[in-house]
């Protein structure tokens, strides 16, 4: 292993060979760090170039009395990854929404309470005689008509209208009292 105060002072004599070491030693750890900040692998290049010339530019900044060269070089990559990822994120962030905008489609909330409402109409559904049930579902989830509905269940049109009503009625009263209409 090499001696990290050696390196040192090799770099701040501008030994080019020990940045080569250095280098040798130490980019596949630093090139890895910042590419799992980053997430980005040109991005990572950068950080990895930028930390091997501040170390050619500033060797006497390590100090080996503090820790070692790797983990120094670590930090650095580390810290300058995120560093890019804050300015990439500045750039990158979305523009705040306008009220024109905002109003495009629907937002969680809206969301969340249609599917409240989907589940409670399927619990109102389930609880309909078969009958019922049966007939709204002939109308409304199949789009058939009053006199289509009462031709596939062999039934006059009146009943079919009747029954449509009923429960229609019906869903009304298990939606109101789980707090849908008042």
């Known amino acids: 292993m090499r001696d ?7 770099l701040a004599a501008g030994d080019e060979h020990a940045l080569g070491e250095v280098y040798n030693l130490h980019s596949a750890l630093v090139y890895g760090v910042a590419k799992r900040v980053t997430a980005d692998a040109e991005a990572a290049w950068d950080v990895t170039q930028e930390v091997f010339v501040g170390l050619w530019e500033r060797p006497l900044a390590f100090d080996p009395g503090r820790g070692s060269l790797r983990t120094w070089l670590v930090t650095l990559a580390h810290r300058r990854a995120v560093d890019w990822v804050r300015k990439e994120s500045r750039h990158r962030r979305p523009p705040p929404v306008t009220e ?14 249609a599917g409240e409402l989907a589940r409670s109409v399927k619990r109102a559904m389930d609880g309909l005689p078969d009958t019922l049930r049966h007939t709204i579902e002939l109308a409304y989830y199949r789009g058939l008509t009053y006199r289509e509905v009462a031709d596939a269940l062999s039934i006059p049109e009146g009943t079919a209208k009747s029954r449509i009503r009923n429960a229609l009625a ?13």
């Open 170 to 182: 019906r869903l009304g009263q298990g939606l109101e009292k789980e707090g849908f209409f008042s």
């Open 4 to 10: 990290d105060g050696e390196l040192r002072l090799r």
């Open 100 to 113: 024109r905008e905002g109003d495009a489609g629907p937002g969680v909330e809206e969301n969340v309470l």
